[in-house]
């Protein structure tokens, strides 16, 4: 079983910053990739971007736009997303998820992911 907490969201301006934290308990962090997923009210989950387990990050280039980096500690157990230049769109309940790196598929589908947070809210204001 892995447990997910995430943190850091909070109310910023259109162009601010915010960094979320995912931190996880599970004794083979380094295994597990970790996906960060945002759902805005009517809308789907959809897909921001990934730490993947073996080393490196992807990333949805639609919604990130090379403004958000995916980052991780696994001394930490933890995996960061800094997010610059938000705008109003951006607003949304921010989920990570964690799958099992070695397990086959793919990354960029909530149904790709076994263990979910809570979520943490971000609203950016006009």
């Known amino acids: 079983q892995v447990q997910l907490v995430e943190s850091g969201g909070g109310l910023v301006h259109t162009g601010g910053s915010l960094r979320l934290s995912c931190a996880a308990s599970?004794?083979?962090?380094?295994?597990?990739?970790i996906g960060w997923f945002r759902q805005a009210p009517g809308k789907e989950r959809e897909f921001v971007a990934a730490s993947k387990w073996s080393g490196g990050s992807t990333y949805d280039t639609d919604s990130t736009k090379g403004r958000f980096t995916c980052s991780r500690d696994n001394a930490k157990n933890t995996v960061y997303l800094q997010m610059n230049s938000l705008n109003p769109e951006d607003t949304a309940v921010y989920y990570c998820?964690?799958?099992?790196?070695?397990?086959?598929?793919?990354?960029?589908?909530?149904?790709?992911?076994?263990?979910w947070g809570q979520g943490t809210q971000v609203t950016v204001s006009s």
């Open positions: 998820a964690a799958r099992f790196g070695p397990r086959a598929g793919g990354l960029n589908t909530p149904e790709d992911y076994s263990y």
């Open positions: 599970v004794r083979t962090f380094s295994s597990y990739t």
